[in-house]
């Protein structure tokens, strides 16, 4: 899927949709023993961004984005998600707000596989309405076609390509229009054109939504297109971090 160069992202105001504030993560290893794995970490993403994390395996990435994506508190610090503080909230408003601020992309695409592909992009839509729903019917439709799937919106995702399960994957975590999609190796376990069309898509929707995304690599070609690349190391980002595409 080639992606068209003269693409502009619509211009968007800097409003920040994640912001991290002296974020430490530690883990106890027995009674008397903590190892902290996070040591202060502070980063803002404003809405519309496309930034790649990198960084060698053990240095923290998917620790901070667990704490990111609120499904992990941190020990200190404070992660504000669309300007609220979440280490004010308790967990029904951590799950309230996981569930309609963020979309999550991960290696394993996690599609339950005896349900088809529309059924799986319906899933967390159901919290609010069943599967014979039409509206949601119709958005899990749409969001198929947005990934170019709306063919095989009926077929079961065990019989799908990696590649498209991927793509169903990408469906389901925009269904609630999340601000900002989190994707933990998304392209890991795919060929690389297969990986090259995912990355495209991801993209195309966040230059045309303003969606803001996250993207955890060991790439460094898909991470070169992406805004700007942060780099973890033992637990603290490694800064600054250039400005990469127009
Ligand atoms: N529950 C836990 N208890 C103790 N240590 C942990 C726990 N979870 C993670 N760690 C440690 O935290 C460090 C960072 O792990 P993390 O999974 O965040 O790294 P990563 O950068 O995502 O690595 P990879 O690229 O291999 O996925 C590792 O040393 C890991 O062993």
């Known amino acids: 899927m080639a992606e068209d160069p003269t693409a502009k992202r619509a211009v968007l105001p800097r409003v920040p949709v994640m912001e991290l504030k002296g974020i430490r993560r530690s883990y106890r290893l027995g009674k008397k023993s903590q190892i902290e794995i996070l040591h202060g970490i502070d980063l803002v993403l404003h809405r519309g961004e496309f930034l790649a994390l990198m960084g060698p395996s053990g240095s923290g990435k998917s620790t ?35 569930g309609h601020a963020i979309g999550f992309v991960f290696q394993e695409h996690h599609l339950l596989s005896a349900f088809t592909a529309a059924e799986n992009v319906m899933l967390p839509m159901v919290v609010d309405h069943d599967f014979s729903s039409p509206a949601i019917i119709a958005r899990a439709r749409a969001l198929l076609g947005q990934v170019g799937l709306d063919h095989v919106a009926d077929h079961k995702s065990m019989n799908m390509s990696g590649g498209e399960q991927q793509r169903v ?27 090259d069309n995912v990355l495209t898509l991801m993209r195309q929707i966040n230059r045309d939504s303003g969606t803001s995304f996250l993207i955890v690599t060991h790439n460094l070609e898909l991470a070169k297109r992406c805004d700007r690349i942060i780099d973890v190391a033992d637990g603290r980002l490694v800064m600054p971090t250039e400005h990469l595409e127009p």
């Open 64 to 98: 901070l984005l667990n704490i990111v994506g609120l499904l992990d508190r941190p020990t200190a610090g404070e992660v504000f998600i669309n300007g609220e503080d979440t280490s004010k909230l308790g967990d029904a408003d951590i799950t309230r707000l996981r």
């Open 169 to 195: 994957a990408i469906a389901r975590a925009l269904a609630m229009r999340p601000a900002l999609v989190l994707a933990d190796e998304p392209t890991g376990n795919l060929d690389s054109e297969a990986a």
